[in-house]
């Protein structure tokens, strides 16, 4: 403690949509693979349809992404206690959430359907944390709310899958 380097309380807006954008793209990568993983299986639809909403919420990020002005693509920090910006700098340092993991990497551990549910479970959570933090950051004129959309889509996921996962009558594999 105190030999490091402080930790900013300023970032960027675009940079964290940015980092929003490749969390979709690895959930969509995730559930694809999964779906092949548990073909023949009951949940590999629910899987794929999930991919197609993490495609939805791609679209959604990339185009706050393109309508950000110039003044918003700067540094800012977003609240007087500072909370928010040393939370958004600490994604943007990937110090909370690596969003260059290889997605696929958790699949290979996976035995069957369940632990397919469970790290997809582990996935949405982390997702819900994330786009939590990221909701003050998003400019109110780009659709904020929509933040809220996405946060709850996030959180029926979670329900789908849990509901998948109990359907399995505790069967690990």
Same mark, same amino acid.
């Given at each position: 403690?105190?030999?490091?380097k402080?930790?900013?309380?300023? +970032? &960027? #807006?675009?940079?964290?949509?940015?980092?929003a954008v490749? %969390?979709?793209?690895?959930?969509?990568?995730?559930?694809?693979?999964?779906?092949?993983?548990?073909?023949?299986?009951?949940?590999?639809?629910?899987?794929?349809?999930?991919?197609?909403?993490?495609?939805?919420?791609?679209?959604? +990020?990339?185009?706050m992404?393109?309508?950000?002005?110039?003044?918003?693509?700067?540094?800012?920090?977003?609240?007087p206690?500072?909370?928010?910006?040393?939370?958004?700098?600490?994604?943007?340092?990937?110090? %909370?959430f690596?969003?260059?993991?290889?997605?696929?990497?958790?699949?290979?551990?996976? *035995?069957?359907?369940?632990?397919?549910? &469970?790290?997809?479970?582990?996935?949405?959570?982390?997702?819900? #944390?994330?786009?939590?933090?990221?909701?003050?950051?998003?400019?109110? *004129?780009?659709?904020?709310e929509?933040?809220?959309?996405?946060? $709850?889509?996030?959180?029926r996921? %979670?329900g789908?899958?849990?509901?998948?996962?109990?359907?399995l009558?505790? $069967? $690990?594999?």
């Amino acid at each position: 403690p105190g030999k490091g380097k402080a930790m900013s309380s300023v +970032f &960027n #807006v675009d940079e964290v949509l940015q980092m929003a954008v490749k %969390i979709e793209q690895n959930g969509q990568k995730f559930y694809r693979r999964g779906a092949q993983m548990a073909a023949g299986e009951k949940i590999g639809q629910v899987l794929l349809t999930l991919a197609e909403y993490e495609v939805e919420h791609e679209r959604i +990020f990339q185009t706050m992404r393109a309508e950000l002005t110039a003044e918003e693509r700067q540094p800012t920090v977003y609240d007087p206690e500072d909370d928010a910006g040393k939370y958004l700098a600490a994604l943007a340092d990937r110090r %909370i959430f690596n969003v260059d993991a290889d997605p696929l990497a958790k699949l290979g551990s996976a *035995r069957g359907p369940a632990d397919i549910l &469970n790290l997809a479970i582990a996935a949405e959570k982390e997702s819900v #944390v994330f786009y939590t933090g990221l909701k003050d950051a998003v400019p109110p *004129r780009l659709g904020r709310e929509k933040m809220d959309e996405i946060i $709850r889509e996030e959180l029926r996921h %979670i329900g789908i899958l849990a509901g998948h996962l109990a359907g399995l009558g505790g $069967r $690990r594999n």
